[in-house]
T-cell receptor, first 116, second 113 residues
């Protein structure tokens, strides 16, 4: 089965610092999908981004950017000029393409604290 | 915009008691899921239902049963609760397909004493 590792349990930065959250995955499939979700203190998980295994283009959305590298099985997430509102637990997830089943597996999460 | 609705939000049980967590979605999604979230473990899939009438085990199905009552509703039952089932439970739904993002409910905090 697929596996996702987020080695950083907790990260603390000061506002306006850049921060990168690491995600390493394992899968035997050639077709798969990677995701990032955010869980703010309110508790509800919110989708941030999705990438398929055939698209290694990096993506930028405002202060957020994602670096997908199949060679190292990594899908890292960078927040530029962090803000207090970025404080949350961030989860990386992997889903293998098997028909209509969506057996999505999550990493353990990285708790990001941004201090003013 | 209800999305995914879970009930109850909080529950305290004694060991051996049973209970059912309810989940409903109003997005006409085919697929529904139950996850549990524990410190240091992330979210782990308990059961999922790819479509109405089907259910499949996830990573940690032991001690749980599920029912896909109809397209909207997917319930999770603990027949005989154990302290190891103390956790936060999330229901989610999505369109069919491995590439689809999940929409989550607000969670149920369950304590088993």
């Amino acid at each position: 089965a697929q596996k996702v590792t987020q080695a950083q349990t907790e990260i603390s930065v000061v506002e306006k610092e850049d921060v990168t959250l690491d995600c390493v995955y394992e899968t035997r499939d050639t077709t798969y999908y990677l995701f990032w979700y955010k869980q703010p203190p309110s508790g509800e998980l919110v989708f941030l981004i999705r990438r398929n295994s055939f698209d290694e283009q990096n993506e930028i959305s405002g202060r957020y950017s994602w670096n997908f590298q199949k060679s190292t099985s990594s899908f890292n997430f960078t927040i530029t000029a962090s803000q207090v509102v970025d404080s949350a637990v961030y989860f990386c997830a992997l889903s293998e393409a098997r028909g209509n089943n969506n057996d999505m597996r999550f990493g353990a999460g990285t708790r990001l604290t941004v201090k003013p | 915009n209800a999305g995914v609705t879970q009930t109850p939000k909080f529950q305290v049980l004694k060991t051996g008691q049973s209970m059912t967590l309810q989940c409903a979605q109003d997005m006409n999604h085919n697929s529904m899921y139950w996850y549990r979230q524990d410190p240091g473990m992330g979210l782990r899939l308990i059961y999922y239902s790819a479509s109405e009438g089907t259910t499949d085990k996830g990573e940690v199905p032991n001690g749980y049963n599920v029912s896909r009552l109809n397209k909207r509703e997917f319930s999770l039952r603990l027949e005989s609760a154990a302290p190891s089932q103390t956790s936060v439970y999330f229901c989610a739904s999505s369109e069919a397909g491995a590439n689809e993002k999940l929409f989550f409910g607000s969670g149920t905090q369950l304590s088993v004493l």
